[in-house]
Structure formats: structure tokens, C-alpha cells
């Protein structure tokens, strides 16, 4: 059964949540909660397995955490044995959600481990044999950790995965079968996505026992307070006309994509040279490089991040006003994702979309994901040079080319984590 919410005025308090909780709430001062907290608060609490669909930005960690910690307070003994186990699909996202998780639950004894590739793997290994309650990791991680027995499942009772559609776009289905097999057959299971399809539908049903169903929002929907733009450039002109709109309308904070890791390291020492502070983000990037990159970015030291499509996966402020897309992604609803990073918490956002006329056959598959048409402009002085030839891909052309970047994307990822 589908639960399709209605916009609701509930605040925490209003919840059934421990004094601990709402306290740590009252401090970060989370008052009003949203849809999809309000929804799955109460039916995790009760025991349900959940399956959730919400966009990015609206509150899904909260919603999931809330109530685990609330049932492992509620139990007064922790015996440090994994309980609980949060699977996610990048690094960024499991610090995110082990930074909510520690915040949310200040004061208690929870012990709250992260584990995720691209740095030792012996601290981790340490903070485990001082015992845990609950662990975030990404998925090949945390096959390291299980096969070499420094980790047991045995007494799990809650199973999450969230951006459950990432981690299949990203090929960890085969890692998420053997993690299966560590985990007990009775357990609470949640799973949350930003997409519901047909492989997640098939995913849940062995998974899932009788959940109960939270769709939050339109499939693929465009949060309406983020204004689309798209400016039709030249390929070689791109980044003089990016550094110009963010020099001249004084932006701060950009985030920009790319579908390289190549072009975001070409992208940002060019703009460096142009005089703004950009630095790169990518799965090349050694954990400590990417994490200082994330934090001059949300301290404003840099005035520009350029990501790929997966290091960005995690990067949450509130206040990111702006989005670009440098280049267009070839998977149509990695745009759903990039702009998605804006517009969050109900604050208003601007996406961009710098598109040169080879790239018009991305543009129309975009549309038809999000049912909308964006207005293609030219911006005086930037204007398209219509004499130019360009090659455009035939259509037999253009599922290979789509096919290839998801086949490559993935492998890179998967010798990543």
C-alpha cells in the first residue's frame, strides 16, 4: 500500500521521540518536521519494515536515525554489538550520515562507527574492537571488515540502505547479495531511494517483509524553488562564460559538475587562473584531499567546488544557492540528482546548464525525465557560433555512448570502494 503524504504541520515535538532526542533537536533547532519524517518516524518506531521514496534534501537521514536511536535508547543497555547498520553508497554520504547520527544522538552511550575505502582501513578496525552499536559503511568496506572477521551481523536487528537507486546505478548489486548473507533472516528492514524503478521494486521484494510504502513527491520531480536556466555556448567558450557569470554576479558557492574527472581538473585550474578559487572533487582524490575540499567549500575559503557525479553524492548545505552543469550527464536523471543539491530545506536555488549544440540530444532526454521543457538562451556576447560544424551523434550512436559512460562510471567506482 502506497502512503502519499499531503503537506502536514507536525512539529518533533509532537512525536514519539525520548527527552534526549528532543532536546539535541531543540539545540540544532529542528522544530518543523517534513513529510517523509512524519511519515516514517512513527511506523519505524512500530517495528515496520519501510520502503521511502523522497527527493534529495528533504530529511531522509533524520528519518531513519530519529527512530533507531530512540529504540536503542529506549533499550537503556547497549552491549556494543552491531544492532544496526546503515549502507550507503559513497563516502561522502557516510560521513554525512554518521555526522547527523552523532549529532542527533549527543549524550547517550551509542557508539557510532563509519567505514568506507580510500584511507587505512586499521582506525576503523580499532574504533570497531572498542565495540558498536550501530555502523555506517559503504558496501565494499564493509566486506572488507566481514570477511576478514573483524565485524559480525549476527545480532543485527535494523538494516538500512539509503540512495538504495545509487547504489545499484553504481553496480553494488552483487556486493549487496553477499552482505545479505551475514545478516539474520529476522530483522527490520528500510530502504530509502530518491527514484523508485523496476530494479529497486525487485530489490525490495527480497529484501522487505511487507513494508509499509512512503512515496514523498513525483517521480523525478524538480523542487519548485529552484530555477532552471540553460544557456546554449559554444564547447571552447564554456568556462569564460562560467567565470563571468560568477565574477560579475558576485556567486558564491558553486557547484559545478562534470562528467570527468579529467575535465574537474582542468575545469578548476583554469578557473583558478581567471581568479576564481575552485578546487576539484573526484574519486582520484585521496580521502583527505576530498574531505579539505568539502570543508574550504562550506567554510567559503573556494568560491567554486567541480565535482563528479559521484564524489558529489553526499555534499549537503542547506544554503548552496547555485548548481552548474558544465557538461550534461548522459544518464538523464543524474540531472535530478546535480540540481537536487539546491533549493534544500525550502530555501530557493538556482540550476544552470551550460549546453553547446552537440549536446541538444542530453538536453531533450532530460525533458522527457522531469516532463518539462527548458527554454534554451543566449547570452549576449556568448551568443552560439551557428557556422561552426559540429558532430552530432546519431542515435544509434547515442545509446553506446550512454551504455559506455554508465559501464565505465561504474567499474571506476567499484575499485574505489
Given amino acids: 500500500m502506497n502512503y502519499l503524504v499531503s503537506k502536514i504541520n507536525m512539529k518533533f515535538s509532537s512525536l514519539a521521540l525520548n527527552e534526549l532526542l528532543q532536546n539535541n533537536l531543540k539545540t540544532l533547532e529542528y522544530t518543523q518536521a517534513t513529510d517523509i519524517q512524519q511519515q516514517a518516524i512513527p511506523f519505524i518506531l512500530a517495528d515496520n519494515d519501510v520502503m521511502a521514496r523522497a527527493k534529495t534534501g528533504t530529511g531522509k537521514t533524520a528519518a531513519f536515525a530519529l527512530p533507531i536511536l530512540n529504540k536503542l535508547i529506549a533499550a537503556e543497555t547497549c552491549d556494543n554489538i552491531v544492532s544496526t547498520l546503515v549502507l550507503a553508497p559513497t563516502r561522502e554520504l557516510v560521513q554525512q550520515i554518521h555526522a547527523s547520527f552523532i549529532q542527533y544522538g549527543k549524550g547517550s552511550d551509542i557508539k557510532i562507527v563509519a567505514a568506507f575505502g580510500g584511507v587505512s582501513i586499521n582506525p576503523q578496525i580499532s574504533n570497531i574492537a572498542q565495540g558498536v552499536d550501530i555502523i555506517i559503511a559503504t558496501p565494499g568496506r564493509l566486506l ?9 551481523l549476527s545480532k543485527l536487528s535494523t538494516l538500512v540502505f539509503d540512495e538504495a537507486d545509487r547504489m545499484l546505478d553504481l553496480g553494488f548489486k552483487a556486493e549487496i547479495d553477499r552482505i545479505m548473507q551475514q545478516v539474520p533472516q529476522k530483522r527490520q528492514t528500510l530502504l530509502f531511494s530518491a527514484t523508485f524503478d523496476d530494479s529497486i521494486y525487485k530489490l ?3 529484501l522487505l517483509n511487507d513494508p509499509k510504502v512512503i512515496t514523498i513527491d513525483d517521480r523525478n520531480e524538480v523542487a519548485t524553488n529552484v530555477e532552471q536556466l540553460v544557456y546554449t555556448v559554444d564547447a571552447d567558450r564554456k568556462r569564460e562564460l562560467l567565470s563571468f557569470l560568477i565574477g560579475s554576479k558576485n556567486w558564491q558557492q558553486v ?3 562534470t562528467r570527468t574527472k ?6 578548476a585550474k583554469e578557473m583558478c587562473k581567471d581568479g576564481i578559487k575552485a578546487q576539484s572533487l573526484h574519486g582520484d582524490k585521496s580521502q583527505g584531499a576530498r ?9 567559503g575559503k573556494i568560491r567554486a567546488l567541480v565535482a563528479t557525479d559521484v564524489a558529489a553524492r553526499g555534499i549537503d548545505i542547506v544554503d548552496l544557492g547555485y548548481v552548474v552543469n558544465y557538461e550534461l550527464p548522459y544518464v538523464a536523471e543524474d540531472y535530478v540528482h546535480r540540481i537536487g543539491r539546491t533549493g534544500r530545506a525550502g530555501k530557493s536555488g538556482l540550476a544552470l546548464s551550460l549546453m553547446s549544440p552537440s549536446e541538444e540530444w542530453l538536453l531533450t532526454a532530460i525533458e522527457k525525465v522531469i516532463d518539462e521543457r527548458l527554454l534554451q538562451q543566449w547570452l549576449p556576447g556568448y551568443e552560439p557560433d551557428l557556422t561552426k560544424t559540429e558532430v552530432k551523434s546519431q542515435p544509434e550512436n547515442k545509446k553506446k555512448m550512454r551504455k559506455k559512460a554508465i559501464q565505465d562510471h561504474r567499474g571506476k567506482v567499484r575499485r574505489k570502494r
Fill in 144 to 152: 572488507d571488515l566481514l570477511f576478514n572477521e573483524h565485524l559480525s
Fill in 204 to 206: 525490495s521484494k527480497t
Fill in 291 to 299: 574531505d579539505k575540499a568539502l570543508t574550504d567549500f562550506k567554510s
Fill in 255 to 257: 557547484l559545478i559538475f
Fill in 262 to 267: 579529467q575535465m574537474a581538473d582542468e575545469l
